[in-house]
């Protein structure tokens, strides 16, 4: 009998705690849960980042020690599956976070357009080329491209995905097809032995820098920039997040990657110019932005991350604002399907022909969901000036 009533009032304290929750402790609770899952995502995201960077630089140290057209098409795929998980985490800049704060590498990741003629030799330039100036540059190594990247100007860049890029596909001089450098550039043409130990630098550079990343973001350390982060209060976070959104929605892709392109009309505004990827990139960094709304990303082993999301706790807050956003974010996707593989083909058409109108139609959608970010952010009592959101 005394088992039975203190059961019964184990049962109504249940319902009593059921009924009489705090809202605002419950809406807490679920801030904090989306807030650790954007974390989950992120680190995750920059863990298979690095860990298709190494890949990239082992295929790029076997086919220098041993340069083949074989082996220089396998590092070109391998390349081009890095690119297309850093292209993820482009989602989780512009937020102040580990990899563009004042200390962060994204300058020595990502940086473009570049001037090929620094590196190496350009036909009709004056230019002498890192690779062609033993006398200068004895020793080329990660250390030495670090010291020069960008030392005379913005363009000047020697580190990075898009110098590993250059090195492997050459110039684009075309609008049927990437760069066409030949394997000779690696064995007999004048300083091939000097190239390869660039190509091997820079794929090394990119390991180091998206290592520190990877390693700020990673979980168990209170004093990384992770750990800070999970001691703010959630809605803060969950600003960061909102904000580096908004800014890759709006600023970068719409206006700087799409938008200068389309108005220019000149191939070399491609950011992915040598290997022609920069669809895949495009598409990429939009897969970026839904896994963080939807809090969910598939490994490269395949194992999946999710949790609360900022979709579900939007919903709880405000059903019409997320259905609202749900919208947006699947026509930017629509969009984003609908874009031209050859993305050089598409700048350089007139601005009504398809593939510029297609390359259009996604910048105007992007900046409608980067607009309604702002509101979202704002009706969630965490508005941004127009100064936090400055290019």
């Known amino acids: 009998m005394k088992s039975l009533v203190l059961a019964l009032l184990a049962g109504f304290r249940l319902i009593a705690v059921g009924q009489f929750t705090d809202p605002d402790v419950e809406d807490a609770r679920l801030a904090e849960a989306a807030a650790a899952t954007c974390f989950r995502v992120i680190s995750a995201t920059y863990d298979d980042s690095l860990l298709t960077a190494r890949r990239m630089e082992s295929a790029v140290r076997a086919f220098a020690a041993a340069p083949s057209e074989e082996s220089l098409a396998t590092a070109r795929r391998a390349w081009c599956r890095a690119r297309q998980v850093y292209a993820l985490t482009e989602a989780f800049r512009f937020s102040g976070g580990p990899i563009d704060d004042e200390d962060g590498p994204e300058e020595w990741l990502n940086a473009w357009p570049l001037d090929e003629s620094i590196i190496d030799r350009v036909p009709d330039s004056p230019v002498v080329s890192i ?179 900022l979709q579900y706790l939007t919903r709880v807050r405000d059903s019409a604002l997320a259905r609202e956003l749900d919208a947006r974010i699947a026509d930017v996707e629509e969009a984003a399907s609908r874009i031209p593989d050859r993305f050089d083909n598409a700048v350089v058409s007139a601005p009504d022909a398809p593939g510029q109108m297609a390359l259009r139609d996604l910048a105007a959608k992007l900046t409608a969901l980067a607009v309604d970010l702002r509101g979202f952010a704002a009706r969630m009592g965490r508005p941004f000036t127009a100064a936090e959101l400055e290019g």
């Not at 200068?136 to 190594?141: F, K, N, R």
């Not at 030949?182 to 190509?199: G, K, S, V």
């Not at 820079?202 to 168990?220: D, F, H, I, M, S």
Request: hydrophobic content about 35%; overall charge negative.
């Open 131 to 309: 690779i062609e100036n033993p006398d200068e540059y004895p020793v080329i190594d990660a250390e030495l491209l670090a010291r020069l990247n960008m030392k005379e100007g913005e363009k000047n860049i020697t580190c990075g995905w898009h110098a590993v890029e250059f090195l492997l596909w050459g110039q684009d001089t075309s609008t049927d097809g990437p760069g066409k450098r030949p394997c000779t550039d690696f064995t007999t043409a004048p300083h091939a032995a000097r190239r390869c130990r660039f190509l091997e630098a820079a794929a090394t550079g990119v390991v180091a820098n998206l290592a520190t990343v990877a390693e700020a973001w990673r979980t168990g350390d209170s004093t990384n920039y992770r750990g800070t982060a999970e001691a703010r209060p959630a809605d803060e976070s969950l600003r960061s997040v909102v904000k580096g959104m908004i800014m890759l929605a709006g600023f970068e892709l719409a206006s700087e990657r799409i938008g200068v392109p389309c108005e220019t009309r000149l191939q070399e505004e491609e950011q992915s110019c040598f290997s022609d990827t920069t669809s895949d990139d495009i598409r990429g960094n939009i897969a970026g932005l839904v896994n963080l709304w939807k809090g969910s990303y598939a490994t490269v082993s395949g194992q999946k991350v999710a949790g609360i999301s």
